[in-house]
């Protein structure tokens, strides 16, 4: 039990390489992972290619010490073993630093720490680092460590990401608090997820979390702070504040195009590798959240490429071994990472594979910058006939409208996110309503058959079109509403086909602007009636093929729920909308308007 500045103990097990049962005296360093999910526990993306079965933590951590390392898995503050009460994100950095510098005196340290871990083991590590404990020595940070988790993981483009809640009931029903009191346990496994999903906002006292109260106010905190500000500049959540204090120390940051912290992970990446003497390394790969041994994500197979073994190394544990050994032991390895390692998604058969899965292939990448520095940016322009063009549109005047009815909002149907079910499914799907995603609609129509839907597509290609970097989209709009939202959807269309008569609609990324932080997100201002005015809505990155005879569509829409929540377009504070009203909104694409889509194309 190691106590923190404020005396609350945190559970600590720690891992010592030993021959005959006896540890070795000899001190070595210390790999430190800090977890809110149990130091005994098991993560459903611990596997391997060859094996599904995922390993334990401890199991895991034996390989580590196996490799020379000490190992010490802690409980986060308020979780499991630990004393304290949990507050997501926000006691992570002083508990680290304060963790750091007890394993550094222990007579089996050597005095160097380094850190891993995924999702908020990751975060945990990036607060830490934002305070530069003397003592951390390395770090491989895997989907996660917040460059400002208001403009990805916890919020994006001024809208609230609802994973946030599903994570927040299914955590508050693992917490020591419930475990310890029954009639909390009973009123947590009363409430209906889903249900509650189909009536927001929520409240004190009046959401699925009523019966944990500590869970229910840091979700309320995060859904009512729309503003950026002192909020969201706690440690914690906005590296990107500190960069110039981070510790300089080598680091990887991973994640993947279907994660949550892809833009975290390109973020960090720029900002340190250009501040620090690193190494810093970027290692994106075309997985969902943790699942580095798969090849496929939702209804898409990469190809046998796609898994991170094999590709980057003989499993996970043997990369970070490899990594650790690098900075940590003298003379006992290379460098085993480019600057940038990035899957790039395309190039397969478009068949059906034996499982099922839409065969859309891709190839690994290594690269000297991100984005790589043979990417150039490239005008797509929407026309008013749903063309996306590489001319400008030469109608003096032109717009397409439609209406965005917050009580039949468009549904989700994969994307970047995490942590969402019992509501919410990561992935790449064909965009088309089906019975078992949450907020579709009989007869499941494709979401390009919806009214509140703009779809704009090239014509098929004539040869292929390489996009790799950040993804972003400039519109003139306009609304009769003081507030809407303004989604974005990237989508590669493959054409009919034997397997898939209908094509298939693959999701690459998506993007939001809530339009009341259009003009800076430290304030709103309202939107008024008649007035058109330019936005810019960031799309997460992505690196795809668009093969020849596939299609490059954008999606323009004012909802994507459940990943985020629902603008009641009454300008209302943030998550407190209780009079909801439609809102027509127009896309303007005329020549002195031209909306457009930016795409970082390879230059051939």
């Known amino acids: 039990m190691i106590t923190m500045r404020d005396g609350v103990r945190l559970a600590t097990d720690i891992y010592r390489p030993a021959i005959d049962g006896r540890p070795i005296d000899t001190p070595l360093p210390v790999l430190l992972e800090r977890t809110p999910y149990d130091k005994l526990g098991t993560n459903h993306g611990d596997r391997t290619r060859d094996d599904p079965t995922p390993r334990s933590k401890p199991e895991l951590a034996v390989d580590f010490a196996r490799g020379g390392y000490v190992v010490a898995l802690q409980d986060c503050r308020g979780r499991y073993g630990s004393e304290g009460v949990f507050e997501k994100y926000l006691n992570e950095g002083p508990d680290g630093v304060d963790t750091i510098a007890w394993l550094a005196k222990q007579p089996w340290c050597d005095g160097r720490v380094a850190t891993l871990?995924?999702?908020?083991?990751?975060?945990?590590?990036?607060?830490?680092?934002?305070?530069?404990?003397?003592?951390?020595?390395?770090?491989?940070?895997?989907?996660?460590?917040?460059?400002?988790?208001?403009h990805s993981g916890i919020r994006q483009g001024g809208a609230f990401e609802l994973k946030q809640a599903t994570w927040a009931y299914k955590h508050a029903l693992l917490s020591p608090a419930?475990?310890?009191?029954?009639?909390?346990?009973?009123?947590?496994?009363?409430?209906?997820?889903?249900?509650?999903?189909?009536?927001?906002?929520?409240?004190?006292?009046?959401?699925?979390?009523?019966?944990?109260?500590?869970?229910?106010?840091?979700?309320?905190?995060?859904?009512?702070?729309?503003?950026?500000?002192?909020?969201?500049?706690?440690?914690?959540?906005?590296?990107?504040?500190?960069?110039?204090?981070?510790?300089?120390?080598?680091?990887?940051?991973?994640?993947?195009?279907?994660?949550?912290?892809?833009?975290?992970?390109?973020?960090?990446?720029?900002?340190?590798a250009a501040r620090k003497r690193g190494p810093v390394k970027l290692i994106l790969g075309p997985w969902t959240h943790g699942q580095r041994s798969v090849t496929h994500a939702g209804e898409v197979d990469f190809g046998a490429e796609a898994a991170l073994d094999g590709a980057l190394a003989a499993d996970f544990v043997t990369l970070r071994l490899a990594w650790f050994d690098a900075w940590l032991k003298d003379g006992a390895g290379p460098d085993p990472l480019p600057p940038v390692k990035l899957f790039v998604m395309g190039g397969g058969t478009g068949r059906k594979t034996p499982e099922g899965r839409l065969d859309h292939g891709g190839r690994w990448l290594d690269a000297d910058a991100w984005p790589p520095t043979t990417s150039a940016i490239t005008d797509y322009f929407l026309r008013i006939d749903g063309g996306l063009d590489r001319a400008a549109p030469p109608e003096a005047e032109a717009f397409r409208d439609y209406v965005h009815d917050p009580a039949r909002p468009a549904p989700t149907i994969g994307g970047a996110t995490a942590s969402g079910a019992p509501v919410m499914q990561a992935g790449a799907f064909d965009q088309r309503e089906r019975p078992d995603m949450f907020g579709c609609e009989a007869p499941y129509r494709p979401l390009a058959e919806r009214d509140d839907v703009l779809v704009f597509q090239t014509p098929p290609l004539a040869e292929a079109v390489e996009v790799i970097g950040p993804i972003r989209a400039e519109l003139f709009i306009g609304s009769d509403q003081p507030d809407t939202d303004f989604h974005i959807k990237l989508i590669d269309v493959h054409p009919p086909s034997t397997d898939y008569p209908e094509g298939f609609a693959m999701n690459l990324t998506t993007g939001v602007l809530r339009a009341r932080y259009r003009e800076g997100f430290d304030h709103e201002t309202r939107l008024e009636p008649d007035q058109v005015y330019r936005i810019t809505v960031e799309a997460f990155p992505t690196a795809n093929l668009f093969a020849p005879g596939h299609r490059i569509r954008l999606d323009v829409s004012s909802s994507n729920f459940p990943h985020f929540d629902v603008n009641p377009n009454s300008g209302e504070p943030e998550g407190q909308g209780t009079s909801p009203r439609p809102a027509r909104n127009r896309i303007y694409v005329d020549a002195a308007r031209p909306s457009r889509l930016l795409l970082p194309i390879t230059r051939r």
């Open 117 to 150: 871990g995924l999702s908020y083991g990751a975060h945990v590590q990036s607060a830490l680092a934002c305070l530069a404990p003397p003592a951390l020595a390395a770090m491989f940070l895997d989907s996660g460590g917040f460059s400002s988790a208001f």
């Open 178 to 272: 419930t475990k310890a009191d029954p009639a909390r346990l009973a009123a947590l496994k009363a409430e209906d997820l889903r249900a509650w999903f189909k009536r927001m906002p929520w409240s004190e006292g009046q959401s699925p979390l009523a019966a944990a109260p500590e869970y229910e106010k840091y979700l309320l905190d995060q859904w009512r702070n729309g503003l950026f500000g002192p909020y969201w500049e706690q440690n914690g959540l906005y590296a990107a504040g500190a960069y110039d204090a981070y510790a300089d120390v080598p680091m990887v940051h991973m994640s993947s195009w279907y994660d949550p912290y892809a833009l975290t992970a390109t973020q960090n990446y720029v900002g340190l």
